[in-house]
């Protein structure tokens, strides 16, 4: 029986759910007790989940290629600051993520914690809405990251060829290259996926100190004075508050995709303290790295007016030659952190297309019978890689028309994440404040934590007031995040600086919503029990 045919799925037999002492069959119990039928294998480790959430992050080579996002907004100074404000904000965000995704590690996601937090009236709708913020805000982050490595890959051809002219239809063919890349090692089975983000925790590490060093050793250094005390208000904004608070978003983009590996949850083993651990100490971890290569480059800038417009259309490109006066050290420098980012995009597309594969599975997508299968081979949701890899394919296209528009995919990411995670942190501050989650029982054999059954506390949380205080925070941190997502980068709009991800958003809810009233609200009742106990 296809493992996507819902209707026809019978209750578990008492050998499903009695008798298990392994780790993968206590594994398959709890996804069991959440009312879901496990169908995926799991091939990941805490190390290799570990490896899988550092790599999503790359919080430090994200600082590199955005950080200018902060330093014209913001200024050196305001670029530090900023850093440590979204550093302690995405970690009071991650620490609630980590709360849920202990209570219920599915694919879903937002949209399960949704339907299991918000009250019964509400719950569908709810539910549905969250699910689609989730849909968006992945499908943008990894369509950014395919365009980030397309265009890095361009950069490092202008670098070594000052005779190539660059095209945007260039960068879209080379955005498509890694699209396939990402999408050949999805589509092959067993541990490919989990060996490959492990080499790759190696590379993020030793290709930090691969560029900290010679950077650090060979630049020109600015004053202690000139990095932690200069601001810049280069937006042309009205006050230099504002300007720090629009020049957040560089910072927060480095850190997009904490939940990445709440969509790999039913691969996991031991998902309900794995992921928690591997959400955690990869802010820990990349948070680290990222700061201090922030300071690093802001110590390194040497002639950053020379820097905004090198013809690479990446001013660090331009800061490594100037430090080590090397095409060749410079292309070195640049090409590890090509590398990363072609490797970032093979792990989003697996948390994108897990997540897309889950709702579809609970009917929140149109088509949903072909996006939920699984190849019963591979155990891979490989219907889902396709579609979410053609979505970001067609996305591509903007850029041949405007490589501006399609920046604003950065915007649409943060805003399409963070309003998913708003929405169910507001669920669990209320449901904590009330007392209306309790504490688990390894004898409890009865469905928890989906909509309409009890709700009980996984292995990691918070216990009382600090896990409050730390909701509370991560809450304000997140409107603040959102609310500036949508702003321009400066004070004076024109068509080439607008900032057109609102419409992105809203658009998508629009359509969403339409589909919701049409079709949706007879066919998605939110996350579908598929087996009892």
């Known amino acids: 029986m296809a493992s996507h045919e819902l209707k026809q799925i019978a209750p578990a037999t008492s050998h499903e759910v009695e008798g ?5 069959e206590t594994d398959d119990v709890n996804l069991i007790r959440l009312g879901k039928r496990p169908v995926l294998k799991r091939n990941f480790g805490l190390m290799s989940m570990l490896g899988f959430s550092c790599t999503i992050l790359i919080t430090w080579e994200g600082i590199v290629v955005l950080f200018l996002q902060a330093f014209q907004n913001g200024g050196p100074a305001g670029a530090v600051y900023g850093f440590i404000f979204v550093w302690a904000g995405v970690a009071a965000t991650f620490v609630v993520l980590s709360e849920l995704a202990s209570m219920a590690p599915t694919s879903g996601g937002q949209y399960h914690w949704c ?9 569908k709708l709810f539910s549905y809405l969250t699910g689609w913020l989730t849909v968006i805000g992945w499908q943008a982050t990894f369509a950014t990251s395919c365009f980030l490595s397309g265009t890095l890959i361009q950069g490092l051809i202008v670098l070594t060829n000052s005779s190539y002219e660059p095209k945007n239809w260039h960068g879209t063919l080379l955005f498509w290259a890694v699209a396939v890349f990402s999408v050949g090692i999805n589509s092959v089975g067993g541990n490919l996926l989990p060996r490959f983000e492990g080499l790759i925790l190696i590379l993020h590490i030793l290709g930090f100190f691969a560029i900290l060093i010679p950077l650090t050793y060979m630049a020109d250094h600015s ?4 990095v932690f005390t200069h601001f810049l208000n280069l937006g042309e904004w009205p006050t230099q508050g ?13 850190f997009a995709g904490g939940d990445a590996a709440v969509h790999m949850s039913e691969e996991i083993t031991n998902a309900a303290v794995a992921v928690p651990r591997s959400i955690m100490l990869s802010v820990l971890i990349n948070g680290t790295l990222g700061f201090s290569m922030l300071i690093a480059m802001l110590f390194c800038l040497g002639d950053i007016e020379a820097a905004l417009v090198s013809p690479t259309g990446y001013p660090f490109m331009a800061i490594f030659l100037q430090a080590t006066h090397s095409v060749a050290g410079t292309a070195t420098m640049g090409s590890i952190i090509t590398t990363m980012g ?7 597309l697996a948390s994108t297309s897990r997540q897309f594969w889950s709702f579809a599975r609970d009917r929140g997508i149109p088509g949903w019978r072909l996006w939920s ?26 850029n041949i028309g405007s490589s501006v528009a399609f920046n604003d995919l950065v915007s649409m990411s943060i805003s399409g994440l963070y309003l998913s995670y708003m929405i169910v942190a507001s669920l669990l501050l209320y449901r904590r404040c009330t007392g209306g989650i309790g504490s688990s029982k390894s004898s409890d054999d009865a469905i928890v934590n989906t909509a309409g059954a009890k709700l009980v506390w996984g292995p990691f949380h918070l216990p009382g007031i600090w896990g409050i205080l730390v909701n509370t925070f991560a809450l304000l941190y997140m409107t603040i995040a959102v609310f500036f997502s949508f702003w321009p980068p400066q004070h004076t709009v024109t068509v080439d600086t607008m900032n057109f991800s609102v419409v992105g958003t809203v658009g998508v809810i629009i359509l969403s919503l339409v589909y919701y009233v049409l079709r949706a609200r007879n066919v998605y009742e939110g996350p579908i029990v598929e087996i009892h106990i």
């Open 242 to 254: 504002l300007s720090f608070f629009i020049g957040l978003v560089g910072c927060v983009f480095a």
């Open 342 to 348: 072609i490797c970032t995009s093979v792990g989003m």
């Open 373 to 398: 299968r699984v190849t019963p081979e591979s155990a891979i949701p490989i219907y889902s890689v396709g579609l979410t890899t053609i979505v970001a394919c067609l996305l591509a296209l903007i």
């Open 20 to 24: 298990r002492s392994s780790s993968k």
């Open 115 to 123: 339907s299991m937090l918000a009250p019964p009236s509400a719950m």
């Open 223 to 226: 004053s202690a004075q000139e």
